[in-house]
T-cell receptor
């Protein structure tokens, strides 16, 4: 089955800097890659997703890139703000199969 | 639209008891998935229901079961509770869960925090 590795497990950045979180997946047939943000004590929130027929997607300060050849995808957050502090999860999915999540990255934005 | 709701939000049980958790999906969503979240293991998939049928099942023992009703509401049951079952149980709903329909986005409920003593 699918396996998703996520790095780093913790990340600290200064406010205004960029943050990058990387994930690799094992099954080349996976075709859907969402990212979730989970603030302390709250539910995971879908922040951006990408499908295998797209190489990059942007939404304001966040972007996701997908490299199908290398089987990895990354979340980029620019101009980080304290409210970006949370745990971020990547996930991958094969058609008709459930989402498989990475273990999460705890992002701390230091003011 | 109202979001995904889960009841109860918090639960304390003792070993050996059983528990039933409930999830109401976003109106119109037909797929409900359940996950167990623990600090060490992250988000682990339990099962997915679509139109009252279990479509996928994760690697959990048979003590974990679920069902879905005709109105898409779903319940999960854990029998003979063990200390290791203490976790946050999350459900997520999506329109129909099929990637080619463009409607696979999953939205999570607030979770049920289960503590087993």
């Amino acid at each position: 089955g699918e396996n998703v590795e996520q790095h780093p497990s913790t990340l600290s950045v200064q406010e205004g800097d960029s943050a990058v979180i990387k994930c690799t997946y094992s099954d080349s047939a996976s075709n859907y890659f969402p990212w979730y943000k989970q603030e302390l004590g709250k539910r995971p929130q879908l922040i951006i997703d990408i499908r295998s027929n797209v190489g990059e997607k942007k939404d304001q300060r966040i972007a996701v890139t997908l490299n199908k050849t290398a089987k990895h995808f990354s979340l980029h957050i620019t101009e980080t703000q304290p409210e970006d502090s949370a745990v971020y999860f990547c996930a991958a999915r094969l058609a008709l199969q459930p989402l498989v999540f990475g273990k999460g990255t705890r992002l701390s934005v230091i003011a | 639209k109202a979001g995904v709701t889960q009841t109860p939000r918090y639960l304390i049980k003792t070993r050996g008891q059983q528990v039933t958790l409930s999830c109401s999906p976003i109106s119109g969503h037909r797929s409900v998935s359940w996950y167990q979240q623990t600090p060490g293991q992250g988000l682990q998939f339990l099962f997915e229901y679509f139109s009252e049928t279990q479509r996928n099942k994760g690697n959990f023992p048979g003590r974990f079961s679920g069902r879905q009703f005709s109105n898409s509401r779903s319940e999960m049951n854990v029998s003979t509770l063990e200390l290791g079952d203490s976790a946050l149980y999350l459900c997520a709903s999506s329109l129909d869960g099929m990637i080619w329909s463009g409607s696979y986005e999953q939205y999570f409920g607030p979770g049920t925090r289960l503590t087993v003593t």
